[in-house]
C-alpha cells in the first residue's frame, strides 16, 4: 500500500469520524473514563513510594531497625506499654551496649514512644512523645533525618525540655507553640527548646521530642527501648550484620521476642504491599476500559453497517480486503488513542488534584512525578485497544460481497 493511497483513506476514516461527530465523542469518552483512571492509580501509588523511598533513603537504607514482639501496645492497650512484660522480651539499653560491641557496627541508637496528654494553653491534644538519651539526642536525630529550624538541640541539655515538630508548632493548638514556650505533658511543664523543619505530614509534624529521664519520670517507665535504630560501618554487608545481632540478642531473650529488619526489608515490604493494591485497583478500573473497547467495537459495527453502500463502491473501484481492514481498524485505533491522550491528561490531573489536596492537608511527601513512560504506555494501551475493537467488524466489511452491497443503492 503505497503513501497516496494511505493518505486518502485516512482521509476517509477522518471524515466519517467528524461525520458521526456525537457518536465519535461517546466513544471517546468511554475510553478516556478507562485510561484516565488507570493512569491516576499508577501515578498516585507510585508517587506513595517514591516518597517513602526517598525518606529511607534519606535516613540510610543500610540502616537496621530492631524492635520488641510487643511493640505497638502493652499489657494495658496503651501504645509502647511493656512495664508488665518479662524482662527478656523488652528491649533495653543493655541491648544497646551488646550491639554497639559489634565490630561492624557504626551507631546504635534506643528511643521509646508514648502517647500523651498534651496541654497548651488549657487547650488538651493527644500526640507521639518520642525519649531518646541526651547524650545521644544529636545522633538520633542525624539517624531518623530530623532536622532543627529553630532553637537547639536535646544533646546535653537538662531539665524538662522538648523539641516539637513544625504542625504541632503552628497547627496543632489554636495557640502558636513557639522557643521558650511552656507546655504540659501529663500535667508536667517542659520548655520548648527546639523547632524540626516540616517533615510533609501531620502525624510525623506533630511529635514531641523529650530526653529518655524525663519520659520514664512522667510515664512510669524504667529503661524499656520500643526501637533500636543501628546504623553500620561502610564496606560490611546488612543481611550478614543482621544475623549476627539476631545472634547476639538470642543471648539474652527468649526466641521469636524481637524482631531485627533492615531498611531494605521494609522498603520491599511497602513495594509489595503497594503493589498489590496497584493491581486490584488497576483491575477495576480496567473494566472500564473493558467497556470502552466494546464501546469502540460497536461503534464499528454500526459504521459498517451504515456504510454497507461505501464499501461496495469501493470494491466495485478495485479495493482491496487490505483496504477495507484498514479503513475501519484505523478509524478504530484513531479514535482510541483520542480517548487515551485525553484520559492521559485528566489521569495526570486527577493525580496532581490528589497531590494538591494532600498537601493542602500537610501530607507534603506524596510528590506526583510524569515519566515518559507513562506517556508510552498510554499510547501502547491505547493502540492494542483499538486495534482489538476493530478487528472483527473490520473482518465483517471487508468480507462483504460487492454486489449485494450495492444492492443497497437507491
Wanted: glycine residues 8%; proline residues 1%; charged residues 25%.
Amino acid at each position: 500500500m503505497n503513501s497516496e493511497k494511505i493518505k486518502y483513506l485516512l482521509n476517509l476514516v477522518l471524515k466519517n469520524i467528524k461525520k458521526r461527530k456525537l457518536r465519535s465523542i461517546l466513544t471517546i469518552l468511554s475510553v478516556t473514563i478507562g485510561i484516565a483512571s488507570i493512569i491516576a492509580l499508577i501515578l498516585i501509588s507510585e508517587g506513595l513510594f517514591n516518597s517513602v523511598k526517598k525518606q529511607f533513603m534519606d535516613m540510610g537504607i543500610n540502616n537496621i531497625y530492631i524492635t520488641p514482639v510487643n511493640f505497638g501496645g502493652g499489657a494495658n492497650g496503651e501504645f509502647g506499654a511493656s512495664s508488665r512484660l518479662s524482662d527478656d522480651i523488652k528491649l533495653t539499653e543493655r541491648d544497646v551496649k551488646d550491639i554497639e560491641r559489634l565490630a561492624e557496627v557504626n551507631k546504635v541508637f534506643g528511643i521509646s514512644y508514648k502517647i500523651g496528654k498534651i496541654t497548651v494553653s488549657n487547650q488538651d491534644e493527644y500526640a507521639f512523645v518520642i525519649m531518646a538519651d541526651r547524650k545521644k539526642a544529636d545522633g538520633i536525630f542525624e539517624t531518623m533525618n530530623l532536622e532543627i529550624e529553630k532553637g537547639t538541640s536535646l544533646q546535653g541539655k537538662s531539665g524538662h525540655v522538648a523539641i516539637i515538630g513544625s504542625y504541632f508548632a503552628d497547627g496543632l493548638f489554636e495557640k502558636e507553640v513557639k522557643i521558650g514556650s511552656k507546655i504540659k505533658i501529663k500535667e508536667v511543664d517542659f520548655k520548648i527548646i527546639g523547632i524540626l523543619e516540616t517533615i510533609g505530614n501531620t502525624q510525623d509534624d506533630s511529635q514531641i521530642y523529650i530526653p529518655q529521664d524525663a519520659g520514664n519520670e512522667i510515664f512510669g517507665t524504667s529503661d524499656e527501648l520500643q526501637q533500636i535504630m543501628v546504623t553500620i560501618k561502610d564496606g560490611y554487608d546488612v543481611d550478614e550484620v543482621k544475623e549476627k545481632i539476631e545472634k547476639k540478642l538470642e543471648k539474652t531473650h527468649q526466641e521469636n521476642t524481637f524482631t531485627v529488619i533492615t531498611a531494605k526489608q521494609i522498603l520491599s515490604l511497602i513495594r509489595n504491599i503497594l503493589n498489590s493494591l496497584q493491581i486490584l485497583l488497576i483491575t477495576i478500573a480496567a473494566i472500564s476500559v473493558i467497556v470502552g473497547s466494546v464501546g469502540i467495537m460497536n461503534s464499528i459495527y454500526t459504521s459498517v453497517i451504515e456504510r454497507t453502500k461505501e464499501v461496495g463502491i469501493l470494491k466495485s473501484i478495485g479495493a482491496k480486503i487490505s483496504d477495507i481492514l484498514f479503513i475501519f481498524v484505523s478509524e478504530s485505533i484513531i479514535l482510541s488513542i483520542i480517548g487515551g491522550v485525553i484520559g492521559l491528561v485528566f489521569g495526570i490531573g486527577l493525580a496532581k488534584a490528589v497531590e494538591w489536596y494532600a498537601s493542602y492537608r500537610n501530607f507534603d511527601m506524596l510528590q506526583i512525578i510524569i515519566n515518559p513512560e507513562i506517556i508510552i504506555i498510554t499510547l501502547i494501551l491505547s493502540i492494542i485497544i483499538g486495534l482489538i475493537a476493530g478487528v472483527l467488524p473490520a473482518r465483517k466489511a471487508a468480507k462483504m460481497n460487492a454486489v449485494d452491497a450495492l444492492k443497497n443503492i437507491n
